[in-house]
T-cell receptor
């Protein structure tokens, strides 16, 4: 059972470089999310995709772009990395847009991608 | 700014004791509340959800919700060293046409053998 798979798991960038974090889920979930986790800050939502073909900004979208490539895949791009983007990034998915009627609210998380920007 | 507040800890309890984790939230319109557990270096996993005032029990875990006081808690009975982890409280709220799930910063729990 792969669940939610993120790549890469570790990455070191220099300021100004770009990169894309890849995420894929094999649970046939409709909704996918990107969070970042910083010490003492908890998980903060960057972008989400309620369903294939839609994306929306979360709490901290500045400096990021996303693409919902198909139902399985949701990528996060940093166009010009900054030291403030040093963080652990988690991709997550849920069966339905989690607050729709019948949604359990359960998010399934990937293992995380640890990004360091020098 | 919707806020979810948790005591960061660390909270230490002896094995077999009851661990009590607390969370307060700012949005009175929130309807769904969740507790996630996160082991060090790992991803969060859902352990409890609660939607109505009162208590909800699942094995050694009990979630308690008081919407009037905007307070949700998690009790872990007969704590085991394997319960040592960071516990994240999460609350949903409305944002125009969408809803979002806001996480607290987490409480680090250590269960001492």
């Amino acid at each position: 059972n792969a669940g939610v798979t993120q790549t890469p798991k570790f990455q070191v960038l220099k300021t100004g470089q770009s990169m894309t974090l890849q995420c894929a889920q094999d649970m046939n979930h409709n909704s996918m999310y990107w969070y970042r986790q910083d010490p003492g800050m908890g998980l903060r939502l960057i972008y989400y995709s309620a369903s294939e073909g839609t994306t929306d900004k979360g709490e901290v979208p500045n400096g990021y772009n996303v693409s919902r490539l198909n139902k399985r895949e949701f990528s996060l791009r940093l166009e010009s990395a900054a030291p403030s983007q040093t963080s652990v990034y988690f991709c997550a998915s849920s069966e339905a847009y989690m607050w729709e009627t019948g949604g359990t609210g359960e998010l399934f998380f990937g293992e995380g991608s640890r990004l360091t920007v020098l | 700014q919707k806020e979810v507040e948790q005591n960061s800890g660390p909270l230490s309890v002896p094995e077999g004791a009851i661990a009590s984790l607390n969370c307060t939230y700012s949005d009175r319109g929130s309807q769904s509340f969740f507790w996630y557990r996160q082991y060090s270096g790992k991803s969060p996993e859902l352990i409890m959800s609660i939607y109505s005032n009162g208590d909800k029990e699942d094995g050694r875990f009990t979630a308690q919700l008081n919407k009037a006081s905007q307070y949700v808690s998690l009790l872990i009975r007969d704590s085991q060293p394997s319960d040592s982890a960071t516990y994240l409280c999460a609350v949903n709220w409305n944002s125009g046409s969408a809803r979002q799930l806001t996480f607290g910063s987490g409480t680090q729990l250590t269960v001492l053998p």
